[in-house]
């Protein structure tokens, strides 16, 4: 299990953005049996644990006393940098479910793409419930089985883990195969010149019919 330390967030502490200057980050912890607590994190080491956690891994809080089993439930990111801001994590309860979104990870080569068709990937992760303690880090998709156009992967058809209960639309599209459409390249008109010879002849009878300018 990952650990990440972390410090109370009291009134005495730095306003939040004193902490980003000193590399540290506010967040909060909360849960159906935990009170809302703010605390401060070292923004490095959070970095790395998310990197490692996403979001479908138990991170324990350590530094509130007993190590607490959380959740990276919410993180603000900075419009500018795209680096985190402020993180919510949520404290999880042994055997009470909780339900999260999984990333899928794609493996195996299909039959339809090495034929020059296109690998369609609909979703990037799936919802599911369980038990906080028994979450998949995430969940293998296996393309190799789609063979021909128009193949398609269902949700239903994912191979979950024990005590890990589907909540997606079962019948929601995974993965599907595509035939390459080529784009016809389309021949550039005739330029129609009649608007121009028109505009060119009223500009010479306009010319000929000229009175000469006073002297």
């Known amino acids: 299990m990952l650990t990440l330390p972390v410090e ?3 009134k005495k502490s730095a306003p939040a953005p004193a902490l980003r200057r000193a590399h ?3 967040a909060v912890v909360y849960g159906a049996h935990h009170a809302s607590t703010p605390i401060v994190i070292e923004a ?5 644990v998310f990197h490692e956690a996403g979001e479908a891994t138990i991170v324990s809080l350590t530094g509130l006393g007993t190590p607490l089993p959380t959740l990276i439930h919410e993180i603000d990111f900075d419009p500018i940098t ?3 801001r402020h993180v919510d994590f949520y404290a999880v309860t042994k055997g009470e479910k909780v339900e999260v979104a999984i990333p899928l990870v794609f493996v195996g080569v299909s039959p ?3 034929e020059g068709a296109n690998l369609v990937k609909v979703l990037h992760e799936i919802e599911v419930k369980a038990d906080p303690m028994n979450l998949p ?3 293998t998709v296996d393309v190799s089985v789609l063979a021909a156009i128009n193949d398609q992967i269902h949700a239903k058809a994912l191979v979950l883990p024990a005590g890990v ?3 997606s639309d079962p019948e929601e599209v995974v993965a599907l195969i595509q035939e390459v459409v080529e784009e016809k390249e389309e021949e550039a008109a005739p330029a129609d010149i009649s608007s121009i010879e028109v505009e060119e ?3 010479e009878k306009t010319e000929e019919g000229a009175e000469p300018a006073a002297a």
Do not use: Y
């Open 201 to 203: 002849k009223g500009k």
């Open 82 to 84: 795209n680096r985190p």
């Open 112 to 114: 339809a793409v090495e």
């Open 8 to 10: 109370e967030r009291t």
């Open 44 to 48: 490095r080491a959070f970095e790395k």
């Open 137 to 139: 880090h995430d969940i």
């Open 165 to 167: 209960e589907l909540m």
């Open 24 to 26: 540290k980050l506010p």
